[in-house]
């Protein structure tokens, strides 16, 4: 990625600056860029520190990445503060990244964000007091500024804050071994918000450790239904077949293993010679998030299912939301300005789009692996289990021994619920409302008794 230079016009600057002319034309990004040459040797004062706040509200703050870190520590902004921040805390300098969280101010706009990357460095440091206490402090912040703002995007940008500092709480509870709180704390995220589907697989762990297996089994299910087809995880695959195995039920377990090797895993081995082969691309990854390419046709359904989830997430809409007015401003250049203030202009501007495409390159190709590298783990997980299932089999047939029931399907008198959960009897349909309240009803197979011999039946 290449540092966005400054540059400098050679046009008469009356009373009003360049920037403030360039900026009283809705020219953002470039008046930005004109705004730090012009004062960059200056003192700065808060009159500079307002004006270089209101041109970021009009931007983003996305782009200061790309400019050089000593320039921005010169403007003790919050903005800028924040920025530097998730750099430090991006390089795990965490002492930096600290201090430099610190002196955002509460009222700003990226204070709840600053809190949730204050409370991950405590995790990280192992301070767990420290690190509840600033999930706390994040999500009143969040709540705070929602209330405040005006716009749904803007709205849906702080609860999203205010949910993810809640889901790492809930997974704070869970590591600690507290599974009732932290399903409690699960329990709060809607389901309609973007972090749910992901929900569902840590709840489902979370009742797997408590010993409930039916409810485990009915949160696992959600991921059949059509609304949530984007979403398949190995590690759903390996858990139900890790608890239908707690339940004695090595039948169903073992279809499970076995559709996941028949079907599944070749096509993620294919997909990962496809997309690696790339790799180093620039940009192969931004474009296909738009549209598939021919070598992955074979492959589109795992191609949308991994695009469609990381269109939804807030990096991948800011990122790309900055794309669109950097190419709103160029058509406004071309069309308005002279040549020669085209040919400044739009080169910063075309910096700009460039670094902003090789972010999201960036971050869609580093989740796509991270996802693909899952896949032959939980294959091995798998493959041990189905070694277990094969083991258990065999001391049954060595030993003369039989389960009480080969198919058990379970009743109504099996569900464990308390007075909030809701009982819904599936009836072969999936209701929006329904999603995530399933609870099967299965009976454990695992008492074992003497096979009789065959003429005492």
């Avoid at 294919?270 to 598939?292: C, G, P, V, W």
């Avoid at 399907?409 to 329904?434: H, I, L, M, P």
Wanted: glycine letters at 2%; hydrophobic letters at 35%; a positive charge.
């Amino acid at each position: 990625m290449k540092f966005i230079i400054l540059f400098l016009l050679s046009l008469t600057v009356n009373a009003q600056s360049l920037s403030e002319k360039l900026e009283s034309k809705k020219y953002y990004f470039t008046a930005l860029n004109e705004f730090f040459l012009e004062t960059y040797n200056k003192d700065i004062t808060e009159v500079t520190i307002e004006r270089l706040e209101r041109l970021l509200f009009f931007t983003g703050i996305e782009l200061l990445e790309d400019y050089d870190q000593k320039l921005l520590e010169k403007y003790p902004t919050s903005s800028t503060r924040f920025i530097l921040g998730r750099t430090y805390f991006q390089k795990k300098d965490f002492k930096k990244a600290l201090e430099t969280f610190s002196k955002v101010h509460p009222d700003h706009r990226y204070f709840p964000e600053a809190q949730l990357l204050k409370a991950q460095i405590f995790s990280a440091q192992k301070d767990y007091e420290k690190e509840s206490e600033t999930y706390f402090s994040c999500q009143k912040a969040a709540e705070k500024e929602e209330s405040k703002a005006s716009g749904e995007k803007i709205k849906r940008y702080y609860r999203m804050i205010f949910e993810i500092c809640l889901v790492n709480k809930a997974r704070r509870l869970f590591k600690e071994g507290k599974f009732r709180e932290s399903i409690d704390a699960y329990d709060q995220i809607p389901k309609v918000s973007y972090k749910w589907p992901y929900v569902i697989l840590e709840k489902a762990w979370a009742y797997y450790h408590l010993g409930d297996y039916n409810r485990t089994l009915g949160l696992l299910t959600t991921y059949k239904s059509p609304l949530l087809d984007s979403y398949f995880f190995p590690e759903a695959e390996y858990l139900a077949s890790l608890t239908y195995f707690r339940l004695c039920l090595y039948e169903d377990s073992s279809i499970i293993i076995s559709q996941y090797y028949q079907f599944y895993r070749p096509r993620f081995q294919s997909l990962e010679n496809t997309l690696r082969a790339n790799i180093k691309s620039q940009d192969y990854f931004y474009h296909m998030m738009f549209s598939s390419t021919k070598e992955l046709e074979n492959q589109q359904d795992f191609v949308k299912q991994i695009v469609t989830r990381i269109k939804k997430q807030t990096r991948f809409s800011l990122d790309f939301n900055t794309i669109h007015k950097v190419d709103r401003e160029m058509e406004l250049i071309k069309k308005y300005e002279s040549p020669a203030a085209q040919k400044e202009f739009l080169s910063h501007l075309e910096s700009i789009r460039e670094n902003m495409v090789n972010k999201i390159n960036f971050n869609a190709k580093t989740e796509i692996f991270n996802f693909l590298e899952t896949v032959p783990f939980f294959s091995n997980e798998l493959f041990k289990l189905n070694l277990e299932i094969l083991s258990k089999k065999k001391d049954l047939i060595y030993n003369n021994k039989k389960l009480v029931s080969d198919r058990s399907r379970g009743d109504y008198s099996n569900v464990q619920r308390n007075r909030f959960e809701y009982f819904w009897k599936f009836d072969g349909a999936f209701w929006a409302d329904e999603l995530g309240d399933y609870s099967l009803g299965l009976k454990s197979n695992c008492e074992i008794m003497r096979k009789e011999k065959e003429g005492n039946q």
